[in-house]
């Protein structure tokens, strides 16, 4: 790791308030999460307390209302919390992505009632959530999934097994997808599981290229009891659901790939601004002036690119197809910007001993996670194009 420490990004916030979150973001990034990102990654450490943390701070609650422990801030500004956190380490960012992700369904679709009993502990009360789409044999084909809920007079039972769960094992709640009818997305329901509900299990963890400290997980419903008033909107209503937190769980992805971009081009930065070959910095060489200004150009426009899709969102805009825009050019840039980084530091930039090998090894998932990059394409084709007629 060089010396040198990254330079904060020069951000155009909305409030002096989102600005004051900003710095408080960056100085627990910066004494709490990067200085241990390395090793505990390495070792496979899920750091728990520092989402206790975040918690306490009131940053696992950001875009949600304030009556219920929400921080009340604008998509632009929450995402951006995500970026800086996922620079210092993905699996904390991506963490609070996913964590918020799992507390979409309840905030947009619950009740008042169910909302006032479930929020407050989950927006700040310590609690850390999960979200239960993906199975076995339902990846980009989700409307396909068979975990079965069941009625069972004024409670559901829940058979099945969801995959390439975040948090699995470790999460205090789940919001899982269930189906309820018939074949298709109609069939499907929404509930809300409590982590220590008897019948759930979850695997051991997945072994991963990338992000080892973040626990990711097969889950299994072997008859989980969950009473009908832990479903979350009306029944077959689910799909929609799912379809709204993804929307707004992609430019969580795309915040995140942001801040893994631009932390592989500080490093590379200060690396080739340090390192003197033929008795000059290696900086000076045109080769890699052009590819930093490549690597910068494309963090720059990744960042207007998912900031233009939270700005619609936040004004009650359609932004559908920017989130899905978002998700694709931001993470095709991390991983461009992370390899293109392991280069400048040559032999260097491929030992663990700098921090860029695990910043390309962990780009790598956010082309896949919540709709590959190839989904992406066929969302923001269905926008202009309509439906596949075949």
Known sequence: MTDRAPQPVDRQLPTEESRDLLALVREIAQREIRPRAAEEEDSGRFPREVFTLLSEAGLLGLPYAGEFGGGEQPYEVYLQVLEELAAARLTVGLGVSVHSLACHGLAGYGSK???????????????????????????SDAASLSTKAVRDGDDWIITGTKAWI????????????????????????????????????????????????????QLHFDGVRVPDARRIGEEGQGFTIALAALDAGR?????????????????????????????????????????????????????????????????????????????????????????????????????????????????????IVEGTNQIQRMVIARHLAGPETR
Do not use: N
């Not at 009632?113 to 339902?138: D, N, R, T, V």
């Not at 269930?178 to 695997?203: C, N, Q, S, Y």
């Not at 426009?301 to 998700?327: E, I, N, T, V, W």
């Open 166 to 217: 975040t948090h699995g094992g470790v999460a205090d709640f789940y919001t899982v997808l269930a189906r309820t009818g018939a074949p298709g997305p109609k069939g499907i329901t929404a509930f809300l599981v409590p982590g220590d509900a008897e019948g759930l299990g979850a695997a051991v963890p997945e072994k991963k290229m990338g992000m080892k400290g973040s626990p990711t997980a």
């Open 251 to 367: 430019l969580g992805i795309a915040a995140c790939a942001i801040g893994v971009a631009q932390a592989a081009l500080d490093e590379a930065l200060a690396y080739a601004l340090d390192r003197k070959q033929f008795g000059h910095p290696i900086a000076d060489f045109q080769g890699l002036r052009f590819m930093l200004a490549d690597m910068a150009t494309k963090i720059e426009a990744g960042r207007a690119l998912y900031l233009a899709a939270a700005r619609l969102r936040d004004a009650g805009k359609p932004f559908s197809r920017q989130a899905a825009m978002a998700k694709l050019f931001c993470t095709d840039s991390a991983m461009s910007v992370t390899t293109d980084a392991v280069q400048v530091l040559g032999g260097y930039g491929y030992t663990a001993d700098f921090p860029v090998e695990r910043l390309m090894r962990e780009a790598k998932v956010l082309q």
């Open 113 to 139: 009632e169910q909302q006032a009993a479930h929020l407050p502990p989950m927006l700040g009360g310590g609690l850390l959530g999960a979200y239960c789409l993906s199975e076995p044999a339902a990846g």
